[in-house]
C-alpha cells in the first residue's frame, strides 16, 4: 500500500486558512513523508473533516500548510461501536487500541473488573493509548480519530437501541451473531480481562441487558476477541468488506 501523505490537526477552520502544524506532524511532514513546499497534503481534524492542502514552508521554523477544499467521501462507518475492552497487559492494550481504530470503532473504553491484574494507567499511558488512536487514524485513512476512556467498571444498563454483546468464551452461551434483523442504532461490545468476568458480573451484566455470546470453540485471547467480534459487527452492518 502506497504511504499516506496526512496530517493531524485540531482544529482547522476551513478553505483558505493557514495552519502551523504541532512539532511532531511537522516532523512528521519534513523527515517521513520528505515533503517541502508547493507539495501536496491532507489534514483532518479527527472531528471528521478532511481537506486538501498545500505545504507552504517546511525548515527550522516548523511547517506551515495551506488549506484547501474539503473531502466529501465517506470513510468512517455509519454505525456507532464501542469496545468495551477488559484491561489487559501493557503491551496487548496498545495493540487491541491501534487495531480497533483502524477497523473503525467509534470508541474504546477500557474497563475494570474484579478478575482485573493490571494496575490502572498512568496519565502517561493513557495519553499514549490516545497518541495511537490517533496515529492509527492518520495510517487507516479515518477522519474520527475514537476515543479513548479512562478505566473504569462497565456500564450496567444497556441504553435502548443499542446492541450489548458480552462476549464469554463458553458453548454454554449463544454463539456471537451480528447479522440480527433490523441493525441496531449502536454496539457495545464487551469482553473481559485475562481472566475473564466472573459469573456474579455476567449475571449482573445480563440484568442490565447485555447479551452473553461466544465466538467459537477456540480459546482467544482477551485482545483478540474484541477485535474479532468488532470485525464482525462493521461487516454485517456497515462498510468493512460487505459490499
Known amino acids: 500500500m502506497t504511504r499516506a501523505r496526512r496530517v493531524h490537526h485540531e482544529p482547522v477552520s476551513g478553505p483558505g486558512c493557514i495552519v ?3 512539532p511532531e506532524e511537522a516532523h512528521h511532514v519534513a523527515h517521513v513523508l520528505r515533503l517541502r513546499s508547493g507539495e501536496a497534503v491532507s489534514v483532518f481534524d479527527g472531528r471528521g473533516g478532511e481537506w486538501e492542502a498545500t505545504v507552504l514552508g517546511s525548515g527550522r521554523d516548523g511547517v506551515e500548510i ?3 477544499e474539503p473531502r466529501a467521501d465517506r470513510v468512517d462507518p455509519r454505525l456507532s461501536v464501542t469496545l468495551y475492552q477488559g484491561l489487559c497487559r501493557a503491551e496487548r492494550m496498545d495493540w487491541a487500541i491501534q487495531k480497533a481504530t483502524e477497523i473503525g470503532v467509534a470508541s474504546i473504553q477500557p474497563v475494570l473488573t474484579r478478575r482485573t491484574e493490571e494496575r490502572p494507567p498512568s496519565a502517561d499511558r493513557l495519553e499514549r493509548w490516545r497518541k495511537i488512536a490517533r496515529e492509527a487514524s492518520k495510517q487507516s485513512g479515518r477522519r474520527f480519530v475514537p476515543w479513548v476512556g479512562e478505566p473504569r467498571q462497565p456500564p450496567c444498563a444497556v441504553p435502548e437501541g443499542t446492541l450489548g454483546t458480552l462476549l464469554v468464551p463458553s458453548p454454554s452461551v449463544p454463539a456471537f451473531a451480528s447479522a440480527t434483523v433490523p441493525a441496531p442504532d449502536a454496539v457495545w461490545l464487551l469482553v473481559g480481562p485475562e481472566g475473564g468476568l466472573e459469573p456474579g458480573e455476567i449475571e ?3 440484568r442490565g441487558g447485555w447479551r452473553p455470546s461466544h465466538l467459537g470453540p477456540r480459546t482467544l ?4 476477541a474484541g477485535i474479532v467480534a468488532c470485525a464482525l459487527v462493521l461487516h454485517a452492518w456497515d462498510d468493512l468488506g460487505s459490499r
Open 20 to 22: 502551523r502544524l504541532t
Open 66 to 68: 495551506l488549506v484547501g
Open 204 to 206: 449482573a451484566l445480563e
Open 221 to 224: 485471547r482477551s485482545e483478540t
